[in-house]
């Protein structure tokens, strides 16, 4: 009797000891929504106050520095991979100097797409772990390798920002960067909740699940996850999905067969802010999607959509049962869906637009997947897997990505 119960004490005691002591294996970051006059961007908050615009395809990090900074050798592996993707249009050299070799590479401004000959560096960062529901401890990431670019290519960012934060493929993108420095605790993937307004935090985890967004239920929004392969294209460090077509309250719309996945060619994006499709794919989407919205009364245009709706005629409830339903279907028998919150942006009192834009007809992607498709959704990149995991809105599971809990 004795026995036993010393025995259960003991096991109480080391339950509770490793659940103290458990190591987390997610970090956590907290996302900005930064609405500008002509775009609306999102930036990755590190060093409890430094941001940096979330960009998927961009090669490394980059930001304005303060000097003396710590030289990045010009034999480095850092250095030989940021070289190679120096653009044409930005020639530079390493430079010596007292016999120190300093590596030199271009960033590129994702906005104006201009680029500037540029010094790279070594910066310390600091990140949080967290348990999924909330930050349980600091960790200090030294030696990331970010290039210290010149003020003006900061130029059409918002004012806030230092810099351009890479979560590509790339191995100098913050993920891997993360990883290699903690080896195998943090998993190959990276998740993305894009906050619906400028007032609430959106946020960011690095690794596995859970991901508790808000504090007050027990919703994890990595159990509601469904993927689909993510697939790469040899000409850009960005991410790719296997589109096979669009329906609108169920029914497919009529595109030429190949019409959207010749050459990768739905990309994801967290610059551009609303999903742009070729001129052929969006002119038949403009009209399928009027065609089902045939309750909702139009009003006039406003730029750049071109279809607009006069929001009180939509039906009052939350979830705007009028709003036809617009489904991506995938190439592995999956589908996206997008719902109202998603689709119609309301521009003003009693008017809002299907938010989706004309790419042109020359457009390099038949579609490119914007931001304000993807708010209020989680998406995880998973790298070791190369699958995408996307959750749709999270608005019907009554949470959003603005309620991570970041005080603690
Ligand atoms: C880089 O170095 C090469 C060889 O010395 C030289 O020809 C070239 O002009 C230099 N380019 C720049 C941008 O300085
Ligand atoms: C907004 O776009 C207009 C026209 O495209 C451009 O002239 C202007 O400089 C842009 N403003 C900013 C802040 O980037
Ligand atoms: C797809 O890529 C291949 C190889 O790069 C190219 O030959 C072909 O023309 C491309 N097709 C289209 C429709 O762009
Ligand atoms: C929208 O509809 C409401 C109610 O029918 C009407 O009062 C309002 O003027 C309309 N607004 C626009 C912009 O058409
Ligand atoms: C996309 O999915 C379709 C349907 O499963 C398949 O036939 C096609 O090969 C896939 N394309 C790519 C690039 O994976
Ligand atoms: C989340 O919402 C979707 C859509 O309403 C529903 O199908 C799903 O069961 C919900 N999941 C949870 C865990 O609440």
Known sequence: MKMSTLLL????????????F???????????QHVGTNTTLYSITLNGGEHYIIDLDAPFTWCQCQSPQPVVGCNSGACAVARSYIPPSCPVNNTFTDSQCYCNDAPVNPITKSCAPSQSTYKDIVLYWTDGRSMVGAVDFNRLYVSCAPPSLLQSLPEEVIGVGALSWSSLALLSEFTDLVGQLVTKKFALCLPGSSEARGVTFFGDGPYYLDPSTDFDAAKVLTYTPLQRDPTSLGYFINLTGISINGKAMNVPQNGFNVNQSVKLSTIVPYTKLKSNIYKTFIRDFKKAAKGIVQVANVD???????????GSSIDRLLIPQVDLMLGNGEKWTIYGSNSIKQVNDNVGCLAFIDGGETAEQAVVIGTYQI?????????????LGFSSSLLPNGTTCGSFNFAD
Not at 375 to 387: A, G, P, T, V, Y
């Open 375 to 387: 708010e209020d959704n989680l998406l995880q990149f998973d790298l070791d897997q190369s699958r």
């Open 304 to 314: 750049p959509f071109h279809l607009c709706f006069n929001t009180s005629t939509m």
């Open 22 to 32: 458990a190591q987390p294996h997610t970090l956590v970051a907290p996302i900005l």
């Open 9 to 20: 004490s003991l096991i109480l005691a080391w339950t509770l000891s490793s659940q103290v």
